[in-house]
């Protein structure tokens, strides 16, 4: 059997090391040092913006901070993409919030900027205007940012971004991770670049990122002894993490070239399957780092739906993934409204995210070549 060829696996630069080695040398091990704050500094040239990065330990738990710093708090409710990973909404429920799910578009798969409007004004005609907008770029691709920053701004409503799928996308020239008021950046070990587990918060201004990292060094007031005067938390990155963070910038525009890549690879493969579509940026404006590739299935035309052809992918020891079941559809999260038609439930059930990393060998490439290729004509 071949070794197992994953959607997404961890792939190191090389430096990785030699910013560990420097933290053991200079016993900085600790949720702070030279690597969180060269980590921050290198994320703050990356996104090529004067907003503030601060590191944490994952993405969730930048999430859960942005929604507390946009004054979040039991019983209110916030606005979530319902197309995602749960770690989107979990936050809320963390606060004791109520999450309102919208739908997504067929462009970019992100939230519909109409029923995201529609949503605001029946909620506000019922009293309960959302404190927050949880907007996601799914699998690297950009939501209409355009549209969506207009009507947070209309209704003067929070936008918060979880870029944890999107570093190095771009809308319009600007990096996602940069529109909104706050976002969330993951370097778990399946994102594009991964520290093993990590995640930033990215804020309006230095003031608000102390305040972010305060709570996150579990909230200590200005006193010689120990001082609570709200709750506190203890998610600041680790001084090793953060060097393993460093090492990753170096390589980061190296990956997004390299899944950009597979996206073409797909591309190609799939371009004589009739009702096979690989997902695409739908203009010039959006870039995607193609975190994964997906492809949509129309069975009634290819005969095969997408879990025939995840299954006979994982014979050949090939990894695929239907797309994100969408959050409404969750036992976890049924109970709360929902603003959309069919589109994400659509998405779930024709689509599929095919092997995508940075690492992927020619051999790798080959192999799921001939394996899809006698899969279509056997
Ligand atoms: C990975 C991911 C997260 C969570 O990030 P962690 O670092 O794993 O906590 C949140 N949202 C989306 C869309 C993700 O893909």
Not at 336 to 347: A, C, D, I, K, R
Request: hydrophobic letters at 40%; a negative charge.
């Amino acid at each position: 059997m071949n070794s197992k060829i994953w959607l997404s696996s961890p792939h190191m630069g090389g430096n990785e090391l030699k910013y560990i080695q420097e933290a053991f040398d200079t016993n900085w091990i600790a949720p702070l040092g030279p690597n969180v704050s060269g980590f921050e500094n290198d994320l703050n040239f990356f996104l090529n913006t004067n907003k503030e990065v601060g590191a944490l330990i994952s993405g969730t738990s930048a999430l859960h901070l942005a929604l507390i710093l946009s004054g979040v708090e039991y019983g209110d409710e916030v606005i979530c993409q319902s197309m995602t990973f749960s770690a989107s909404a979990n936050p809320i429920l963390y606060l004791g919030a109520k999450p309102v799910f919208i739908d997504s578009e067929k462009d970019t798969w992100n939230m519909c900027p109409n029923y995201l409007e529609e949503a605001i004004q029946e909620r506000i005609s019922k009293g309960t205007k959302p404190k927050a907008i949880i907007l996601v770029h799914l699998y690297g691709m950009p939501a209409k940012l355009d549209e969506i920053v207009a009507i947070a701004k209309k209704y003067e409503i929070v936008l918060i971004e979880d870029a944890a799928e999107a570093l190095g996308s771009t809308y319009k020239g600007q990096k996602c991770g940069t529109f909104g008021n706050f976002a969330a950046l993951s370097f778990n070990g399946n994102k594009i670049i991964t520290t093993s587990g990590g995640g930033a918060i990215v804020c309006d201004n230095l003031e608000t990122k102390n305040k972010a990292i305060f709570l996150a060094t579990q909230a200590r007031d200005d006193a010689p002894h120990y001082q609570h005067s709200e709750i506190g938390y203890n998610y600041r990155m680790s001084n090793i993490v953060a060097g393993i963070g460093r090492g990753q910038m170096e390589v980061l525009d190296k990956h997004i070239e390299l899944r950009r890549e597979m996206n073409k690879f797909y591309i190609d493969l799939f371009k004589n399957v009739n009702g096979v579509t690989v997902f695409q940026e739908p203009d010039l404006d959006y870039f995607s780092n193609h975190w994964l590739s997906c492809i949509v299935i129309e069975s009634e035309i290819t005969g095969f739906n997408r879990e025939d052809l995840r299954l006979e992918l994982l014979s050949y020891n090939i990894e695929s993934r239907p797309l994100w079941k969408p959050m409404h559809l969750q036992p976890i999260f049924s109970n709360y409204p929902f603003f959309g038609s069919n589109v994400s439930e659509n998405l779930f059930e024709k689509g599929l995210c095919l092997p995508s990393g940075s690492n992927l060998t020619k051999n790798d490439k080959e192999f799921i070549t001939k394996t899809v290729s006698n899969y279509l004509n056997p």
